[in-house]
């Protein structure tokens, strides 16, 4: 089972690398919050940092959306620990450690508040850009 989530996480890695070095559009619908309301919506730029991620460009991905680069940096570690766990065989025990002492409420907790100050980083940028 951790092969099949390492080499899931792996072709959806390169699925969004062959986005980004085609330039391939992998949303070609424009942003409907977007369009009405002149600002960007929680998920902008959530695509565009994870293709530039997935190019190497680190550090311009979370420019672009902080809450999408550390999603995807979880996402890597998770594929990190899957492919040793496939290789190796070993189970890693704090992860029933901490799955025991962490509520799934908490972790979807600390999702939604990545991914709120992400849309306040890229809200910001955008009320700045206007003002200007």
């Known amino acids: 089972m951790a092969g099949v989530v390492a080499?899931?996480?792996a072709v959806f890695i390169g699925i969004l690398w062959v986005a980004g070095r085609y330039e391939l559009t992998l949303w070609p619908y424009p942003c409907g919050f977007k369009q009405r309301y002149g600002l960007p919506c929680p998920g902008c730029g959530m695509t565009t940092a994870a293709v530039a991620?997935?190019?190497g460009k680190i550090l311009e991905a979370f420019y672009i959306q902080p809450a999408a680069a550390v999603i995807v940096c979880g996402v890597v570690i998770a594929a990190v620990f899957a492919l040793f766990m496939a290789i190796t065989g070993r189970y890693f025990v704090f992860f029933e450690r901490f799955l025991a002492d962490v509520k799934?409420?908490?972790?979807?907790l600390a999702l939604?508040?990545?991914f709120a100050c992400g849309w306040a980083v890229t809200l910001a940028r955008a009320l700045a850009a206007k003002n200007q």
């Open 104 to 108: 799934l409420k908490y972790v979807i």
């Open 53 to 55: 991620f997935a190019q």
């Open 112 to 114: 939604v508040i990545v």
């Open 7 to 9: 080499l899931s996480i």
